[in-house]
């Protein structure tokens, strides 16, 4: 019998005991962090979000994903869930941006190493495949319970498309545009700044979207171990049994995931 868990839980518990200061430290840069991206958003009164979001979406997604987004905000506002909207909203937001911030570097660098490659692509699979209520026992043993832990675990379970598509948009770059750039002497920065990275933007974009989409999946997830937001609605809507309040936090994730999906979609294609 191999008992692959007592060795799995002792190492977890060896990181909590011997690197507990690291990990407070992290606890209360995030804390700070998604704080005050979520003091913003509910800050900012709901009018001139709702106006904001709409200006975006019919500026680069057309006219029907423009009221699309312009009614389903004010239809979540109406429904009464805003601030928990705003709350899901930031932490989608703080975990994407915190996951683009480490995901963009290893895709690059999965592109450009061929050993980078062989060691990060199964790691990218055992994160894609791993049950994501997986990651929220580590999440409670490094942070606790609350918004930290949450985004932890959706940090995680989001940022495996950012890394392939970033990684694939570079490889598929034209070899004959990479042989001339090189003869022109660029160095390996100018070809990977001026060159590889703006002929993969498309694919970075497109693993973008999908980074926020995943993220999204885990707000039920993340609400079971403190994270606020819709996902608490629904949680309490499970547990009491009250089917409406459980439906309407569910329609306002599927509208906050629809204005999201159209609105990123074509944030980089060109009007």
Request: hydrophobic share 55%.
């Amino acid at each position: 019998m191999i008992d692959i868990g007592t060795y799995i839980e002792q190492f977890i518990n060896w990181l909590t005991a011997n690197f507990s200061g690291f990990f407070d430290g992290v606890n209360y840069g995030m804390t700070n962090f998604i704080g005050a991206v979520e003091g913003f958003w509910i800050w900012l009164p709901f009018y001139v979000t709702i106006a904001f979001m709409a200006g975006i979406a019919f500026w680069r997604a057309g006219i029907g994903n423009g009221f699309l987004t312009l009614f389903g905000l004010l239809f979540i506002y109406g429904m009464g869930y805003w601030d928990q909207t705003m709350q899901t909203f930031a932490l989608v937001l703080s975990s994407t941006i915190t996951a683009l911030a480490i995901g963009i570097p290893l895709g690059i660098w999965s592109a450009r190493s061929q050993t980078a490659n062989r060691i990060i692509r199964p790691i990218l699979d055992f994160m894609q495949t791993m049950p994501a209520f997986v990651y929220l026992i580590p999440a409670v043993l490094f942070f606790g319970l609350g918004t930290v832990p949450g985004a932890f675990a959706t940090i995680i379970f989001a940022m495996p498309p950012v890394v392939r598509l970033t990684s694939l948009g570079i490889q598929q770059v034209p070899g004959d545009i990479v042989e001339a750039t090189k003869a022109f002497g660029a160095t390996s920065r100018q070809l990977l700044v001026k060159v590889q990275v703006p002929l993969a933007m498309p694919s970075i974009l497109a693993g973008v979207n999908q980074t926020i989409m995943m993220a999204l999946s885990m707000v039920v997830i993340a609400s079971m171990i403190g994270a606020k937001g819709l996902g608490e609605i629904v949680l309490q809507g499970i547990s009491q049994l009250r089917i409406g309040m459980g439906f309407e936090g569910g329609l306002a994730v599927v509208l906050l995931a629809i204005i999201l999906d159209r609105i990123t979609q074509h944030i980089g294609k060109s009007k």
